[in-house]
């Protein structure tokens, strides 16, 4: 595993730039993924666009104002607070040991932030000056769908996260009574429905607003939404935050987190050996650990059906041998199933089945209707090997996740029905 930018630095290469701890591995994917989500936008924006389905808008704008005290302002603050954190971080020695509790604290670099701060100031006051004119005149332009997927993408960002992190917190509510801020602040903790959710009302309202077509927006962002999450479980799968699968009682790992099959009560005996962690709020309860034993074909290495995920970004599991680094050195004693790799591939194909069929589909919110089915479908599947937190108190004891599947699906149905019968009478 690689938590950080720096442990595969190190790992592949031999390089070690301790200010490389502050890029973690899982942001730097969910990046990626924002990125791809946003270029598959564009394409069907502009697509649609060409078709006449999508049209522009025309917005006033006044051209040779000289910058606003208010945009110097804005760009000041953006220049300190990088300075002051990022820049921060990279220079103090004691920040990269846990950058992001850096990063949340009071702690700073004042000077850096002052000069980037200044900096950016300066740099928006000169594009601004360059374009200044005697006389400051108002202008008509058109703003085409495509050229809002910049504001789009930042608008997703936000609500994004802002619903992962409510969702997550309704379900471990526990914890979040415990350490409200911790949980609120900490960048652990996603939970991928509620950013979902959240961020789709959020995007919905900002476009229907500027007159961006709703079902041409679902459609268009289809194909996008499948990457982005296919990306984004590589991120999972290569920082191993947790986001894994049950045990796989068929397999042990050694000291050094090798994966070897198990002799008969070998995992029960490794289990309560290890029942400080099994114990833990992972499991939740010691009696009721999920587990299935399978064998991988032969066809397929170990590690694809049970692994270990040493040096795992939560630290979470036993202590590795041989581990020399101040943090990151744990193991899972008895392998899970690597469930972020399967969505990977799952969503890699589900991508390209919606990618052929954006053409074919005719009728408007009907390819959205498709990934909504083929995404809750999928979903609900890989939750029967997932750990997750059940609700108890309702029948069958289903997570979270089951019932916004379900309720993924179902919408899916509803939605391709009707839109369907729309485009027949139409």
């Not at 058109?142 to 930042?154: E, F, L």
């Amino acid at each position: 595993m690689y938590p950080n930018l720096y442990s595969f630095l190190k790992e592949v290469f031999g390089i070690e730039w301790g200010w490389t701890r502050i890029i973690n591995s899982f942001g730097f994917f969910v990046a990626l993924s924002f990125i791809a989500a946003a270029y598959t936008l564009i394409l069907e924006f502009k697509r649609k666009e060409k078709q006449g389905l999508l049209g522009y808008k025309e917005v006033e704008v006044e051209v040779g104002k000289p910058a606003s005290p208010g945009e110097l302002l804005v760009n000041f603050l953006v220049g300190f607070v990088f300075g002051y954190k990022i820049i921060g971080a990279i220079t103090a020695s004691d920040a990269l040991k846990d950058p992001q509790s850096y990063i949340f604290s009071s702690q700073g670099n004042a000077l850096w932030g002052l000069i980037l701060g200044v900096l950016m100031a300066g740099v928006r006051w000169y594009e601004k000056n360059k374009q200044k004119t005697a006389k400051p005149e108002k202008r008509m332009i058109r703003i085409w769908p495509h050229d809002r997927v910049g504001d789009i993408t930042i608008v997703a960002a936000l609500y994004g996260f802002l619903g992962a992190k409510i969702f997550h917190n309704l379900e471990n509510w526990g914890d979040f009574v415990k350490d409200p801020l911790g949980s609120l602040t900490s960048f652990s903790g996603l939970t991928f429905y509620g950013g979902l959710i959240v961020a789709g009302f959020g995007v919905s309202f900002y476009c229907i607003k500027r007159g961006i077509g709703f079902r041409h927006l679902i459609d268009a962002a289809a194909p996008g939404l499948m990457l982005a999450y296919a990306i984004g479980r590589i991120g999972c799968q290569v920082a191993g935050d947790g986001d894994w699968g049950i045990l796989n009682s068929a397999y042990l790992a050694d000291s050094t987190a090798k994966v070897r099959l198990a002799a008969p009560n070998e995992i029960d005996l490794t289990i309560a050996t290890n029942s400080t962690f099994y114990g833990s709020k992972e499991f939740h309860e010691f009696e009721r650990i999920p587990m299935k034993s399978f064998k991988a074909p032969s066809f397929l290495p170990a590690w694809t059906v049970a692994y270990s995920y040493p040096h795992n970004v939560n630290s979470q599991g036993i202590p590795l041998a041989g581990c020399k680094e101040e943090e990151h050195c744990s193991y899972l004693p008895v392998p899970v199933f690597p469930t972020p790799l399967y969505e990977t591939v799952m969503g890699t194909i589900l991508f390209f089945i919606l990618w052929g069929l954006r053409k074919k589909l005719k009728a408007p919110g009907t390819l959205f209707a498709v990934y909504l089915i083929v995404n809750g479908i999928e979903r609900f599947f890989i939750e029967q090997i997932r750990v997750n937190t059940k609700y108890h108190y309702l029948p069958f004891e289903p997570t979270q996740a089951e019932l916004i599947s379900l309720g993924l699906i179902i919408t899916g149905i509803i939605m391709w029905i009707v839109y369907s019968r729309k485009k027949q009478i139409q």
